[in-house]
């Protein structure tokens, strides 16, 4: 199986645990909220045409519904676009768009481009099927960190770690469009990276190799030992195409 069928499948059988979180914690709409309004401050209009990449059971799709005239949920999962609600949705992966060149105005990577195997085939096309003078932006997450500013995961024996950094997210965007960078923090607490890590898809980031339902139940183990508050971070990154 390639890392694009086991993070398809993940998300796959993740549905319920990430909108149940996302009831929980309003994060990945609050993501998609502060990257909209960063697209449309640096392209200084809003985008008419949208794709939101990456799109989920849809709480950015929503995001973008509201402000563009158009909005096409895409996401590689089935499972994930069956639950989302938008008129318009494409189950595809980032490396081949299935959109003719210059299709959009904008194209919204909110917690998604860290995803894929290579960021910088994802980020070309993506210039690709954005107009000259379109907007393409993502978000990354740059993990917890406690009041002393170390890792939350510092003092348990396992790394929580997505298939590719922000770094690297970043440099793959820069190598299409001029990018504006910055980092929004979130107070959280050590209950909700818990919740976070009961999505099988983020447990995945702790217990790759474990089925959902394992990883899961050892995620949980692991993470009850954690307690306190934190500060998550994410790094955004938005460019224009010229």
Known sequence: MTL????????????????????????????????WAEMERIADAVPAAALDAGAGSGASTRVVAERADSVVALDASREMLRAND???????????????DAAFDAV???ASLFLVPDPTVAA?????????????????????????????FARLDRDSRSPVGADTVEA???ESVTVETGTWRFATTATDIA????????????????????????????????????????????????
């Not at 309003?26 to 909220?33: G, I, S």
């Not at 898809?201 to 217990?207: D, Q």
């Open 195 to 242: 919740r976070f890590h009961t999505i099988p898809a983020m447990a995945a980031r702790l217990y790759p190799k474990s089925s959902p339902e394992e990883r899961v139940r050892k995620a949980g183990e692991l993470l009850d030992t954690l307690d306190g508050t934190f500060e998550q971070r994410w790094r955004w990154i938005v460019g224009v195409v010229e």
């Open 4 to 35: 694009k069928d086991a993070i398809r499948e993940n998300f796959d059988d993740s549905v319920d645990a990430y909108d149940a979180y996302e009831a929980r914690t309003a994060r990945f709409r609050t993501l998609a909220r502060l990257l």
């Open 124 to 152: 070309r096309e993506a210039r690709r099927v954005c107009r000259p003078g379109g907007v393409v932006g993502a978000v990354a997450p740059l993990g917890w960190v406690d009041a002393d500013g170390r890792d939350a």
């Open 86 to 100: 938008a008129a318009a949705r494409v189950q595809s992966d980032f490396d081949h768009l299935p959109f003719a």
């Open 172 to 174: 793959a965007l820069a």
């Open 108 to 110: 919204a990577f909110t």
